[in-house]
């Protein structure tokens, strides 16, 4: 599986947006990019995931640059309940293939 | 999306007993389900990959005789820590695959587990 980079932290205000970036310039042709969160003392939330077009869901959106080294995810309102750590996954598409978690995005979102 | 539980969600045991802890798919029958093992302020590290009616496929460094794991039926998956000592004190996560819910895994809330 390809190898993703993140920032190790963010702070975001209430109401603001929130971008969260992952570069991932060895990304492989059939590899999706995934985004899940956790909160403190919680299993992984899946929010999003996509190939090559940028997807939209009720949580986020996923902006993919066209030659697919690096996305971005945006919570468009973010809200104190939005801080979390966010994970940047790249990997072959399919549930049944195994995710590998790095070190993630600590995200404060702060009144 | 589909509901992953575990049970226990917490569990305190002695130096050199064994415990079981149980990741269900409540809603939905899933194919694979992985296990996670999550130190404090690090990172999800996974251990093994278990296909129901097969043997679980462990990680690099991770002991199968230690970390037992089952997957008996399309909803559940167990996890039993053989011989417990306070090193393998740690939050166990599950996670479990439906291939309706397309390319995706969704995720148990946690079992934390404490070895005196």
């Known amino acids: 599986d390809a190898k993703t980079t993140q920032p190790t932290s963010m702070d975001c205000a209430e109401g603001r947006a929130a971008n969260l970036p992952c570069n991932h310039s060895?990304?492989?042709?059939?590899?999706?990019v995934y985004w899940y969160r956790q909160i403190h003392s919680q299993g992984p939330q899946y929010i999003i995931h996509g190939l090559k077009n940028n997807e939209t869901n009720e949580m986020a959106s996923l902006i993919i640059t066209e030659d697919r080294k690096s996305s971005t995810l945006i919570l468009p309102h973010a809200t104190l309940r939005d801080t979390a750590v966010y994970y940047c996954i790249v990997r072959v598409g399919g549930g049944g293939f195994k995710t590998i978690f790095g070190a993630g995005t600590r995200l404060f979102v702060k009144a | 999306g589909a509901v992953v539980s575990q049970h226990p969600s917490r569990v305190i045991c002695k130096s050199g007993t064994s415990v079981k802890i149980e990741c269900r798919s409540l809603?939905?029958?899933?194919?694979?389900m992985f296990w996670y093992r999550q130190f404090p302020k690090q990172s999800l590290m996974l251990m093994a990959t278990?296909?129901?009616?097969?043997?679980?496929?462990?990680e690099q460094g991770v002991e199968k005789d230690k970390f037992l794991i089952n997957h008996a039926s399309l909803t559940l998956s167990t996890l039993t820590v053989t011989s417990a000592h306070p090193e393998d004190s740690s939050f166990y996560i599950c996670?479990?695959?439906?291939?309706?819910?397309?390319?995706?895994?969704?995720f148990g809330p946690g079992t934390r587990l404490l070895v005196l």
């Open positions: 996670s479990a695959y439906y291939s309706t819910y397309g390319e995706t895994q969704y």
């Open positions: 060895t990304i492989s042709g059939n590899e999706y």
């Open positions: 278990s296909n129901e009616g097969s043997k679980a496929t462990y």
């Open positions: 809603d939905f029958q899933a194919t694979t």
